[in-house]
């Protein structure tokens, strides 16, 4: 039993193009040119119920377009796709109920002039939500996403943190079994992104929903999603745990110690400052390298660790998986 | 019975979110009601004795306010900023929301163009047979849902081009020329007459204006209704097609 369910999932697209100039510019009057983007290539992967999986790659890799058609927005050129059993672009509306897809960039849609109570009042009649359901579970979220002082305000008078709080509450008003949440933390400042990691977490664990998260912030990603989907150019590039894949992209690890010695010459300096050092070493060496610190040198603290998700992340970016 | 529900809350959500333009309302207004005033001080002129003129023309303004369609505004320009993407998520059809829409800015027109109206009655010593005004009304709503189709139709272009605008201004000059705005389709010439007769512009404005205006008795409904299954028909086949082709890229 899968929640998403993808097969060799295709998408392309024609877009104008023409070269720059005059002469360019009339002949497109008479002769417009396509070139065509593949957005997606062949893409293939299943999410388990309750699983929460990260889905990142750089910009443009088609992240979004996936969850677009995922969520039913979209037809693809090809390829299958289940979600919960259907196939999202039929756009049934009994299947609509049960997703939910909240975008960062545009957290909140629908009109702009009715306070955040009426959305939420809209959102109970477009989703069926009974009446008592809909308190307790309003009662849960403005104790979850401090919606109190927000439900009088009109949403366009909201700023960025709070748009994003009132587009989480508006989806999950009607609990959505698959949740796909597209940078949710963008633009938001460190407590804000991390109060929506928080209350992400505790969503899932209290329904057993099954979460797909794309997100440049690799935070987010680390504190989520114990599975990563890389995606690069329309295909995915990796799919597993977190972990071996920063163990796959770097060979290394960082020790971090803390000596009144000179520990040099043990391993690659990353970086020093008052006593404080950070030595990249092999990863099959790192046992060795620590006993022979620990014994040559008057050692105050020592620690190893992955490298940081973002540079590890940032490689594959560059340099694709080897 | 859940869809007028939803029909409803929409209706009054869209009414809200467009009163804070009365402004730009009030530019509609005048959009809306300048070609008629032209139909009607040009064919008052070559008619100067005949009071049915002016009469069928303020009926024709009225028309035309409680009609108006800008889906072309509104509709397909969420297809080109991608904001359809929120209505496509929403479990109803996305035409629930482009009702609601046309509804509110139709409400809005015909109370911020009543004045004129009025004033162009009054002025124009205009009197109507209210009876005949009652008859009209089944016409009146066909005509209102025949215009939301045709323009709604010609929206959906947008899925293809991105010059919908004019694409949707064509079909205005159609609606103008034939559908009794331009001239009361009696005094056009007989071939074109006959043309404008068969065609749907006349449903969308000159029908329930005459009616209105007492110079026609009834017995159109069936023409109507014919092209309001018609256009439901081809807008269904080009929703369908064109939802296909919508890649919202980069939004």
């Known amino acids: 039993m899968t929640a998403v369910e993808v097969e060799n999932l295709s998408m392309s697209y024609k877009a104008p193009v023409r070269k720059g100039g005059l002469r360019a510019a009339f002949g497109s009057l008479v002769r417009r040119e396509y070139k065509t983007v593949q957005a997606l290539d062949e893409v293939s992967f299943t999410i388990a ?68 109570m009426d959305s939420l009042e809209y959102q109970r009649l477009l989703y ?37 709080r009132v587009g989480l509450a508006m989806a999950l008003i009607y609990h959505p079994e698959v949740l796909f949440l597209d940078e949710p933390t963008i633009g938001l400042d460190v407590t804000a992104a991390s109060q929506i990691r928080e209350f992400v977490q505790e969503y899932v664990e209290q329904t057993g929903a099954t979460v797909l998260l794309t997100s440049h912030y690799m935070a987010d990603v680390a504190s989520l999603c114990p599975r990563l989907i890389l995606i690069d150019k329309g295909k995915v590039q990796y799919d597993g745990p ?61 620690a190893v660790e992955e490298p940081p998700l973002e540079k590890v992340i940032d490689q594959a970016y560059r340099e694709g998986l080897r | 019975m859940r869809t007028a529900v939803l029909l409803g809350f929409r209706l009054r959500q869209e009414v809200l979110e467009w009163s804070g333009a009365w402004w730009f309302l009030l530019t509609l207004v005048v959009q809306a009601v300048v070609a008629p005033l032209i139909g009607l001080f040009v064919w008052s002129a070559v008619y100067p004795d005949d009071p049915a003129i002016a009469r069928y023309y303020v009926a024709v303004i009225l028309v035309t306010l409680m009609t108006e369609s800008f889906e072309q505004h509104t509709f397909s320009e969420r297809i080109y900023n991608g904001t359809l993407s929120h209505e496509l998520l929403r ?34 010593q205009v009197g109507f047979d209210w009876w ?90 069936v023409y109507q209704l014919m092209w309001i299954v018609g256009l439901v028909g081809v807008v269904m086949v080009l929703w369908r097609v064109g939802i296909r082709r919508y890649t919202a890229v980069g939004s």
């Open chain 1, 242 to 302: 977190l972990a071996e894949l920063s163990a796959r992209l770097s060979p290394y690890k960082l020790i971090r110690i803390s000596t009144q010695g000179d520990p040099s010459s043990f391993g690659e300096v990353v970086d020093k400052a008052d006593g404080r050092w950070v030595l990249r070493v092999p990863r099959d060496e790192v046992a060795g390298t620590t006993g022979r610190l620990l014994q040559a040198l008057e050692v105050v603290d020592l």
């Open chain 2, 91 to 124: 479990p109803q059809p996305v035409v629930v929301g482009v009702i609601g829409m046309n509804l509110a800015i139709r409400a809005w027109l015909t109370l911020l163009g009543a004045p004129i109206v009025l004033l162009t009655g009054i002025a124009l």
């Open chain 1, 128 to 164: 069926d939500v009974p009446r008592t359901t809909f308190r307790r579970t309003l009662a849960d979220l403005e104790a979850l996403l401090e919606l109190e002082p927000l439900l009088e305000r009109q949403l366009r008078a909201l700023s960025l943190g709070e748009r994003m």
């Open chain 2, 132 to 221: 005949a005004v009652v008859r009209s009304t089944p016409y009146l709503v066909l005509a209102a849902v025949l215009v939301f189709l045709w323009t709604f139709l010609l929206s959906l272009t947008a899925f293809w081009t991105d010059r919908v605008h004019a694409v949707v201004g064509f079909g205005s000059q159609l609606v103008f020329l034939f559908g009794g705005t331009a001239a009361p389709i009696g005094l056009l010439p007989d071939g074109l007459r006959r043309v404008a007769e068969v065609l749907p512009f006349y449903g969308m404005s000159g029908l329930p204006a005459e009616i209105a205006a007492g110079t026609r008795g009834g017995g159109l409904l």
């Open chain 1, 49 to 116: 119920p309750g699983e929460v999986a990260g889905f990142i790659g750089p910009n443009g890799a088609g992240k979004t377009t996936t969850m677009k058609i995922l969520s039913g927005i979209l037809h693809p050129t090809s390829g299958a796709v289940q979600v919960l059993g259907t196939v999202p672009w039929q756009r049934r509306s009994a299947f609509l109920k049960r997703i939910a897809f909240v975008r960062g960039s545009q957290p909140v849609g629908g009109s702009q002039e009715l306070t955040v």
